[in-house]
């Protein structure tokens, strides 16, 4: 390395010279002629004229499977050639040629680390329970030492004992609310279901709730707009988005994001009619290296003043839609105020600053977002003056801030001012921090859909909210209901005895008395929730009798468990079906390794503990893996022209024989041999095909006989709703006008500050998937995850590359991480990517691990949103026990 | 005497990586070791002003992919004691671990910093063009594996008639008295290629080593 560094430094000095003689002139011109021609010089085909993977094995099996990332935003065509029941290598998808219309869905560094991924050391191989904890409650639990403490082996029937007596024990001490379910849905084994299962079976638990990666977006969209999809429905199809002439992306990253196939398909809308990009984002992405034609560096949490400034210079050069605006919303000026409206406020007015003498300049502007006011000018006229289509595209992140919900108004109301609604390229769609370009489908449902489980778990009985079915951001608020514990206070809660329930600024207080707390679906919260601070403290909280976690490896809360129930990957599944993006492919994976050791399904856990418990298959009717994942495939469908959906798989009544299910035999599109040999169903793309999307088109045509789901049946700019709602049961406040407020840890206090000055923001990187993977070193060595800060400020504040820091705020949350300084960040912003398993040193309290959440407060917002993207760090030197890189450090093993 | 080569565009290459992954995964390589790399480069100047306002000019930042490049000229071939690295006639240069004594010459020797001594074979290890699937009318791994389709392969001289490029460019060494069988499309954001940047790139991230 030492000497590589040295050839580069050397290289540079004379480097001016060589350039004058290549042929750069040349490569500018190629460059020039790829921009506006499909497909372009650098074509597909060249990189795939054959299987090379097929090639050199023998005596085993190409099959497809289900990638083991349960929270990628992408899923790929992950392949492994088997023998014997081992993986020999990975496939790139290349189960056929490769093109724009058919391409192939090629895996990124996490598929193809599969084998190591789900075969590796730090993988659990038997139930194991922590040596100093014993059932029974009192002395026997020692919380003090979860985190810290030895394990052992114990064996199924033993944990199945002990978890079902303390259930029981728990349940008629304390009550059903003495239990906490953390956790998310588990799409695979059946949508729906949050919390725990079981915990339902017995009488209920008390479960989490809130908003993660859609941040402020799905209570305004619901009341602006009156529609919601996370980008499913309102984004457009990559064949649509290829129509578009400009694309202006807020905050969006599919590089890193969504690091499968998902930049192809962008690169390629961009590339067919030669569309102009630009990006709104504090940092000039990976994404931008390869899409980018302008940036626009804007401060976290400030995308708000900007927009007001776009909104002022639209309104000013009178380059705003009005017949847009006038035919189909509402609020934008006097003339068209919502009948419902409480006071006499338009939006107009309040950007030229007739209601508080400040008019929304770009001048105004610029001292907040910290744009040059030109710079927003030049914004302001290339939109309003571009003959369009405009795709007008945000994902979650600029809304994961404190005032996300403010953002989310104004994003939409600029977006309505150029009119990019229904019509073919254009589009406004919000919150898809899922990959952009591979959702958007009509309606929101898949091209291709897997049909339902068909699992019959047990509602929970005394907790309403479940995050699948969003009834707070649904506009469902009931009083009458427990909502159970916010997203950002689970631990807080834990710790403190109290949690808030949905009213303004949480004023309404509920006690709690956890006495025991279960993750029993792949999920990582303690990882994945602002406030994770205070996670340890609750875990150790000397009331919490009994921990439970099913997981495959000792992730953060896993650690901090007193049973720990080794579970099953997708690649060892004998069937699994379907992920939840990539709308045009229908994965069917099969068993590609034997089940690990003693793992078993999250489902199989479900019904021996059912068994042990008494709960009959009345309740909870009793299906394997197998069967419930068959039924994925007997109930696939696909989209037809008219709109409808028609079978996608023929099963016969021998498959199913064969296959050793039940059910109905189908007639569909494809044969299911054929559908298990191709690893599922692709849908081969064209231009003009019935599965392009433009969202909204029947408003659009037709508004009168097409109203949306607002109170008016327009989009309302002004809504007085909204601002009820936000009145009745949200955690910060809102206007019913679109209005940019700073907010606590947002720039306006950053500058004021002398230590905790830094903004952070808490990126997807493409290292890992949410916490999924985090703990694999291969993908360290290739991704190291450091501090990313501004070179400038990395000089002036004494840092070099490769110092360990730590990082503080004022909650009390410390990590420390490596500094590598980089030129194309905003000065005064750092970059930690989220998902690092947290790892305290039980001597400093300092998580070394630098798990993001352990740096993003707890903070009450809206529906239970969290501002993971506005958060203030003190940033110094590290002076602790030395360390060394994730690559370098012992992985986490239970030793057995 | 026909000669393969790797084409990087780096103007399409978003950095993802799964070329190195995908070479990790056909070649069996532990932790560490690495025949491909990426190196991330990039520059931005920054104005901020009393206000705060910071206005951010001369920037670009582009990801270079390279391992072997498998040299008209090689010097690892040149310097080798024992003859253990051979040229094949499509240009192809591989090592012959039977008879590589592990001296380590031809990694001081290369200028590309792409052979390194496997310390679980004491043996020099690097690319070997997946010259197995070569011959079987196939493409190397990485070049399957390009999520953006920025890496192709092919005979060097019909890639240099097709696409106009670089030998080298910034971070990669300046130095091709090689003759290096790889061309690169510059950045649309840095077309003159001048070696104004800072490496992004960690230690470990272009290290190949057996950790």
Not at chain 1, 692 to 699: A, C
């Given at each position: 390395m030492a000497e590589l560094l040295k050839k580069i430094k050397e290289s540079s000095i004379n480097r001016r010279s060589f350039v004058a003689a290549a042929a750069v002139a040349g490569a500018s011109a190629s460059i020039a002629l790829a921009g506006c021609s499909r497909p372009a010089e650098n074509t597909v085909t060249e990189t795939t004229e054959s299987s090379p993977t097929s090639m050199k094995l023998e005596g085993g099996e190409w099959m497809s499977y289900n990638c083991h990332t349960h929270s990628c935003a992408y899923r790929?065509?992950?392949?492994?050639?088997?023998?014997?029941?081992?993986?020999?290598?990975?496939?790139?998808?290349?189960?056929?040629?490769?093109?724009?219309?058919?391409?192939?869905?090629?895996?990124?560094?996490?598929?193809?680390?599969?084998?190591?991924?789900?075969?590796?050391?730090?993988?659990?191989?038997?139930p194991i329970k922590r040596k100093n904890w014993s059932p029974g409650g009192g002395a026997g639990v020692n919380p003090q030492l979860r985190g810290k403490d030895e394990w052992e082996r114990i064996s199924w029937d033993e944990a199945i004992d002990m978890i079902a007596s303390e259930y029981t024990r728990i349940r008629d001490t304390y009550g059903n609310k003495a239990f906490l379910a953390l956790g998310q849905a588990e799409g695979r084994l059946g949508g729906g279901l949050l919390g725990s299962a079981i915990l339902n079976a017995i009488g209920g638990c008390l479960t989490t709730w809130g908003q993660a990666s859609q941040g402020g977006f799905p209570v305004v969209a619901n009341h602006m707009r009156g529609s919601y999809s996370a980008g499913a429905a309102d984004s457009q199809d990559r064949i649509a988005l290829s129509h578009a002439k400009l694309i202006v992306m807020f905050g969006i990253n599919p590089a890193w994001t969504a690091s499968g196939g998902n930049m192809f398909n962008f690169l390629n809308a961009k590339k067919a009619n030669g569309a102009k990009v630009i990006f709104i984002d504090p940092y000039f992405s990976t994404t931008q290296q390869v899409l980018g034609d302008d940036w626009i560096p804007c401060r976290p949490g400030t995308d708000g003043a900007f927009l007001e400034a776009v909104a002022y210079e639209l309104i000013t050069n009178n380059l705003q839609n009005q017949e847009f605006l006038d035919k189909y919303c509402l609020g934008f000026d006097a003339e068209h105020m919502p009948p419902d409206a409480k006071t006499n406020e338009n939006f107009k007015d309040y950007i030229l600053g007739e209601y508080d003498g400040t008019p929304k300049t770009p001048e105004y502007a610029s001292a907040i977002c910290g744009m040059h006011p030109d710079k927003i000018r030049e914004f302001a006229q290339e939109i309003g003056t571009n003959a369009g289509p405009i795709a007008w595209k945000s994902s979650g992140a600029p809304a994961r801030t404190n005032y996300g919900n403010r953002y989310a108004q104004l994003f939409f109301t600029v977006g309505w001012m150029l009119g990019c609604v229904?019509?073919?390229?254009?589009?406004?769609?919000?919150?898809?921090?899922?990959?952009?370009?591979?959702?958007?489908?009509?309606?929101?449902?898949?091209?291709?859909?897997?049909?339902g489980a068909k699992y019959a778990y047990p509602k929970n009985p005394i907790c309403t909210e479940t995050r699948a079915e969003s009834k707070i951001a649904n506009k469902m608020f009931d009083p009458n209901l427990e909502y159970g514990i916010t997203f950002t206070e689970t631990f807080k809660a834990i710790v403190d005895g109290e949690y808030s329930f949905p009213s303004p600024n949480g004023q309404i207080k509920r006690?709690?008395?956890?006495?025991?707390?279960?993750?029993?679906?792949?999920?990582?919260?303690?990882?994945?929730?602002?406030?994770g601070y205070w996670a340890e403290a609750a875990f150790r909280k000397e009331t919490v009798e009994f921990v439970v976690v099913n997981e495959k490896y000792l992730t953060d809360d896993a650690r901090h468990a007193d049973i720990v129930l080794p579970i099953q990957s997708t690649l060892e599944m004998e069937v699994c079906c379907g992920a939840p993006a990539t709308a045009e492919f229908a994965l069917f994976g099969r068993r590609v390794i034997e089940p690990y050791f003693e793992s078993k399904t999250d489902a199989e856990i479900f019904f021996l503990l059912c068994d042990k418990l008494g709960i009959s298959e009345e309740v909870a009717p009793k299906m394997t893996v197998k069967q419930a994942e068959f039924n994925k495939v007997l109930g696939a469908t696909i989209l037809q022209a008219d709109g409808t959906r028609a079978p996608l798989v023929t099963v016969t009544q021998k498959d199913l024989d064969e296959y050793g299910v039940e059910g109905e035999p189908v007639e569909g599109i494809i044969d299911f041999a054929d559908f298990v040999a191709q690893g599922g169903y692709q849908v081969q793309r064209k231009d003009g095909d019935h599965f392009?999307?433009?969202?909204?088109?029947?408003?659009i045509d037709d508004p009168a006989a097409n109203p949306?789901?607002?109170?008016?049946?327009?989009?309302?700019?002004?809504?007085?709703?909204?601002?009820?709602?936000?009145?009745?049961c949200c955690f910060n406040d809102i206007d019913a006008l679109p209005k940019y407020k700073a907010a606590p840890d947002g720039y306006e206090q950053a500058k004021t500050e002398a230590d905790f000055k830094w903004q952070l923001i808490t990126m997807h990187i493409i290292r890992h998937a949410h916490s999924c993977v985090a703990n694999i070193k291969e993908l360290d060595e290739i991704f190291t995850n450091d501090l990313l800060m501004n070179v400038s400020d990395a000089e002036k504040n004494g840092f070099k590359k490769g110092d360990w820091v730590l990082a503080s705020t004022r909650e009390g949350g410390k990590i420390a991480r490596r500094v590598n300084p980089i030129p194309h960040l905003m000065p005064g912003v750092v970059i930690l990517g989220q998902g690092n398993w947290r790892d305290i040193d039980q001597e400093t309290g300092v998580d070394v691990g630098a798990n993001a959440n352990s740096v993003c407060v707890t903070r009450l917002l809206g529906d239970g949103y969290q501002d993971y993207n506005m958060n203030l760090l003190k940033i110094e030197k590290y002076s602790g026990p030395q360390l060394d890189v994730e690559v370098r450090r012992q992985p986490f093993t239970a030793g057995i | 005497m026909a000669q393969l080569g790797f084409y990087h565009n780096t103007n399409e290459c978003v950095g993802c990586k799964a070329c190195i992954i995908a070479c990790k995964d056909k070649n069996d390589l532990p932790l560490g070791e690495k025949f491909r790399k990426v190196y991330d480069y990039a520059k931005c100047d920054w104005d901020v002003d009393a206000n705060g306002v910071s206005v951010p000019s001369n920037y670009y930042s582009y990801s270079v992919s390279m391992a072997c490049n498998h040299c008209a000229s090689p010097a690892c071939m040149a310097v080798c004691p024992v003859e253990a690295i051979m040229k094949?006639?499509?240009?192809?240069?591989y090592i012959n671990g039977d008879l590589c004594i592990g001296c380590s010459s031809c990694i001081t020797a290369c200028p590309f910093d792409a052979p390194y001594l496997s310390t679980n074979s004491n043996k020099s290890k690097k690319c070997d063009f997946c010259m197995d699937y070569i011959d079987e009318g196939g493409v190397p791994q990485c070049v399957a594996a390009c999520s953006t389709r920025c890496l192709s392969c092919g005979d060097i001289d019909e890639l240099r008639s097709k696409h106009k490029g670089v030998e080298t460019l910034p971070p990669i060494p300046e130095d091709v008295s090689t003759s290096p069988s790889v061309l690169f499309t510059p950045s649309r954001l840095h077309p003159n290629c001048e070696a104004d940047g800072v490496l992004t790139s960690t230690e470990e991230e272009i290290t190949s080593a057996t950790i």
């Open positions: 790929c065509h992950n392949r492994a050639y088997v023998v014997d029941g081992v993986i020999l290598r990975h496939g790139t998808g290349d189960v056929h040629p490769d093109s724009v219309e058919y391409p192939q869905l090629r895996p990124c560094i996490k598929g193809m680390m599969g084998r190591k991924i789900v075969t590796g050391v730090e993988r659990l191989k038997y229904g019509k073919l390229g254009s589009e406004i769609s919000a919150g898809s921090s899922s990959p952009n370009s591979h959702l958007g489908t009509p309606g929101g449902a898949n091209m291709v859909a897997f049909g006690s709690c008395d956890i006495r025991c707390i279960v993750r029993d679906n792949q999920h990582n919260p303690t990882s994945q929730q602002t406030g392009m999307n433009i969202f909204d088109k029947k408003f949306v789901k607002t109170t008016s049946g327009k989009y309302e700019i002004y809504s007085q709703a909204l601002k009820d709602y936000y009145d009745l | 094949r006639d499509d240009g192809i240069v």
